[in-house]
C-alpha cells in the first residue's frame, strides 16, 4: 500500500461517521475518488502491519520534531535494551520496536504504532530504577500491542486529512508524514480515552514484571507523579492526556495483589549510573 | 569491629535501605496494620483513610508503616507519599528552560514542532536486536516468566474505588 493511499483510507475512516464517504460518488480530493474506498469501510478495521509500522514512524517523526533525542548514545541503547526485552514479553515481539529519550524536561511518555516509544528526560529524571524504567515502557508498549493511537485515528482523528487536501508528492513518506503531522498532533495534545491509559497501566505492569522487574516499578512511578503539584507545569500535558495519578494507582490496586511474592529485580545501581549526569546536567 | 568499621558498615546499611524508606506519607484507604507482611497475618491496629503514617521498610508488595505509637505492615498500594522537599521541579523551570533554548514538549511546543526526519534515522540508529535484548537481560540477572494479565473486572471493580474517584 503506498503511502497517499494509506492516508487516504485513514482520511476516509476518520470522515465516516460524518457519512462523506458513505456517500454515492461525487466526492473527491484532488480528482481520487474516495466513494470507492468507502465500500470498503467494512475492511478499515485491520491495518495491516507493514502499514502501521509505516504510519507509526510517521507519526514519531512529527513527536522528534517537537524535541531531539538526546545526544547520549550510551543511554538510548540502554533504553533500547530494556524496552526490547520488555516488549517481548508482548504478544508482538517482532514488531521493529524502537525506543528514544528525547531532550525535552517536561515529564511524560509517548507511543505511536508499530512499536515507537519516547521517554521525555523530563521522565527519565523522575526514575529511580531500572524497574521503574521498565514499568514505564510497558505502559506504553501496551499502548502499540493494544494499538490504542491508530484506533484513536480510525475513530475520527484524522477528519482533519481532507481539509488539507491530499497533494501528490514524489516522496511517498515525506507526503504520508506531512498528511499525519496534525492529527497526530491533535491526537497527542487531546490524549487518549481514559480507558485506553487504565488498561495500558494493567498491562503494562505485567509485561515489567513478566521481564523479571519489581512489579512494582510503574507503581512506583505513578506514586512519585502523584506526589507533585498538579499545576506543574512540566506536567501539564501529562495530567491533561492521562487520569490522575491517584486515579491510576486506585484502578491497579485490586490486581496488584495477584502478584504478590515474585522475585522483584530493580537494577538500581546501572540505571543511576547511566541517568547521572541527566541529573547533573540541568541540576 | 574499631569505631571506624562500625561507622563505615553503619553507613553502606543506611545506603542500601529501599528508596521508600524514612519517607512521610498517608493510607489511601483504611486497612488493617498486619504483623507480617501477609494477608493472613493478625491484625494489630487499624489505618483510617488519610491518616498520616511513615514508611519504615519495604517486603514485596508490603511496607512497615509506623503511624503514631502504632506500627505494622500494610500493601505498598494503600500507602501514597507525601511529596518530598524540593524534589520536583519548581513552576519557574520553564521559563528558565525556554530561556537556555531547550526544547520542551509543552502542548504548545508539540503542535509548534515540525517533522524531524534526521531525528527518525537517528531513533533507528539506537535500536537493538532482540537476541543483544535478551543478552541485556541475562547480564542483568532477569528471567523472564510467565504471568496471565491482571483481570480488567478485578481491576475496575466500582467497589474497590475510592469515593472520590469521579471527582476529578
Redesign the interface.
Known amino acids: 500500500m503506498s503511502a497517499r493511499r494509506i492516508a487516504l483510507v485513514l482520511a476516509c475512516a476518520g470522515v465516516a461517521t460524518l457519512t462523506a464517504c458513505q456517500s454515492g460518488g461525487g466526492f473527491n480530493v484532488n480528482n481520487i475518488d474516495l466513494s470507492a474506498i468507502a465500500k470498503n469501510v467494512g475492511n478499515l478495521k485491520e491495518v495491516k502491519e507493514p502499514e502501521e509500522i509505516q504510519i507509526g514512524?510517521?507519526m514519531?517523526?512529527?513527536?522528534?520534531?517537537?524535541?531531539?533525542?538526546l545526544d547520549d548514545?550510551e543511554l538510548?541503547?540502554y533504553v533500547?535494551?530494556?524496552?526490547?526485552?520488555v516488549a517481548?514479553?508482548s504478544e508482538r515481539?517482532?514488531l521493529?520496536?524502537?525506543?528514544?529519550v528525547?531532550?525535552?524536561?517536561?515529564i511524560?511518555a509517548f507511543a505511536a504504532p508499530g512499536g515507537?516509544i519516547i521517554v521525555?528526560k523530563?521522565m527519565m529524571k523522575q526514575l529511580?530504577?531500572?524497574a521503574e524504567l521498565a514499568g514505564v515502557l510497558g505502559h506504553e508498549i501496551s499502548h502499540v500491542t493494544k494499538k490504542h493511537h491508530l484506533n484513536a485515528l480510525r475513530k475520527g482523528a484524522l477528519v482533519n486529512l481532507l481539509g488539507e487536501g491530499l497533494a501528490a508528492s514524489s516522496d511517498k513518506h515525506?507526503e504520508l508524514?506531512?498528511q499525519l503531522?496534525g492529527p497526530t498532533?491533535e491526537l497527542?495534545?487531546r490524549g487518549l480515552d481514559k480507558s485506553d491509559e487504565?488498561?495500558a497501566d494493567?498491562?503494562g505492569?505485567?509485561l515489567a514484571?513478566?521481564?523479571?522487574?519489581d512489579?512494582?516499578g510503574l507503581?512506583?512511578v505513578l506514586?512519585?507523579l502523584?506526589?507533585?503539584?498538579p499545576?506543574?507545569?512540566?506536567l501539564?500535558?501529562l495530567y491533561?492526556t492521562h487520569?490522575?495519578p491517584?486515579?491510576r494507582?486506585?484502578?491497579?490496586?485490586?490486581?496488584?495483589?495477584?502478584?504478590?511474592?515474585?522475585?522483584?529485580?530493580q537494577?538500581?545501581d546501572?540505571f543511576q549510573k547511566l541517568t547521572r549526569k541527566l541529573k547533573v546536567a540541568?541540576n | 569491629m574499631g569505631k571506624r568499621t562500625f561507622l563505615a558498615v553503619f553507613l553502606i546499611a543506611l545506603a542500601a535501605l529501599p528508596a521508600m524508606a524514612a519517607q512521610t506519607g498517608f493510607a489511601a484507604r483504611a486497612a488493617d496494620l498486619l504483623e507480617r507482611p501477609a494477608a493472613s497475618a493478625r491484625a494489630t491496629g487499624k489505618l483510617t483513610k488519610k491518616q498520616p503514617l511513615q514508611v519504615l521498610a519495604r517486603e514485596g508488595s508490603w511496607v512497615r508503616v509506623g503511624a503514631g505509637p502504632a506500627s505494622g505492615w500494610v500493601r505498598l498500594m494503600d500507602v501514597r507519599l507525601d511529596p518530598p522537599p524540593g524534589k520536583l521541579p519548581p513552576l519557574n523551570r520553564a521559563k528558565a528552560a525556554k530561556d537556555n533554548g531547550v526544547r520542551g514538549f509543552s502542548e504548545e511546543e508539540l503542535l509548534a514542532g515540525t517533522p524531524g526526519a534526521s531525528e527518525i534515522d537517528k531513533l533507528g540508529r539506537y535500536a537493538v536486536a532482540a537476541k543483544d535484548a535478551s543478552g541485556y537481560a541475562r547480564a542483568a540477572g532477569l528471567k523472564a516468566r510467565a504471568l496471565d494479565y491482571l483481570d480488567p473486572a478485578d481491576v475496575l471493580a466500582p467497589d474497590r474505588l475510592p469515593d472520590d474517584f469521579f471527582d476529578e
Open positions: 514512524g510517521s514519531a517523526e512529527t513527536l522528534l520534531g517537537a524535541s531531539p533525542l548514545a538510548q541503547t533500547n535494551d530494556v524496552g526490547m526485552w517481548q514479553q515481539p517482532g521493529p520496536w524502537r525506543f528514544g528525547n531532550s525535552s524536561d517536561h511524560n515507537y521525555t523530563g529511580r530504577n531500572e515525506s508524514v506531512r503531522a498532533k497527542y495534545a487504565f488498561e494493567r498491562v505492569v505485567v514484571a513478566r521481564a523479571g522487574y512489579p512494582y507503581p512506583a506514586t512519585t502523584a506526589t507533585a503539584d499545576k506543574d507545569n512540566f501539564s500535558l491533561k487520569p490522575l491517584q486515579a494507582l486506585d484502578k491497579l490496586t485490586p490486581g496488584m495483589a495477584t502478584l504478590d511474592n515474585l522475585k522483584a529485580t537494577n538500581a546501572r540541568s
